[in-house]
C-alpha cells in the first residue's frame, strides 16, 4: 500500500509524492509543470516559469564548461516543484515534514536521472 494519495499528472500518471516511484517519473510531466508554476510566488513584474529559470541555470553550467551531469543537475534542481509545488523561503524553512518529504522526492529525480549529488552537494537546496 503507498503512503499518501496521488495527483493525475499532464502525462496521465497517478503520482505519489509521498511515496514516488523513479519509474513514474516523467520528463515531459516535469517540464510542463515548470512551465506553468511562476517563479517568487509570482511576486515579479512579469511573469518568470520555474521552467525558464532552470534553463538560465543550465546554461550558465554550460557557459562554465561544468559536465554534462552538473548541466542536466542545474536543469533539475527544482524539478521536485512540479509534483509538490513550492513554498516561499520564510515559510519552508519553518516546515521540517515538507522539507523531508522535498528532499526524498528531488533524490528520486537525481538518480533516475543518473544525477549524483553526493559529489555535488552544491545542487542540494
Known amino acids: 500500500m503507498r503512503k499518501g494519495t496521488c495527483i493525475n499528472t499532464y502525462s496521465g500518471v497517478e503520482f505519489y509524492p509521498l511515496n514516488p516511484r523513479e519509474d513514474e517519473i516523467k520528463i515531459e510531466d516535469i517540464a510542463h509543470a515548470l512551465s506553468l508554476v511562476c517563479r517568487g510566488n509570482g511576486h ?34 527544482d524539478a521536485s516543484e512540479a509534483y509538490l509545488s513550492d513554498i516561499t523561503r520564510p515559510v519552508k524553512k519553518e516546515l521540517s515534514e515538507y522539507l523531508a518529504i522535498e528532499k526524498k522526492l528531488q533524490g528520486e529525480i537525481y538518480k533516475k536521472y543518473n544525477i549524483n549529488i553526493e559529489k555535488k552537494k552544491f545542487l542540494v537546496k
Open 44 to 77: 515579479v513584474k512579469y511573469f518568470f516559469s520555474v521552467a525558464q529559470h532552470s534553463i538560465n541555470c543550465y546554461l550558465e553550467a554550460k557557459s562554465r564548461s561544468y559536465s554534462r551531469e552538473i548541466q542536466l543537475g542545474c536543469l533539475l534542481h
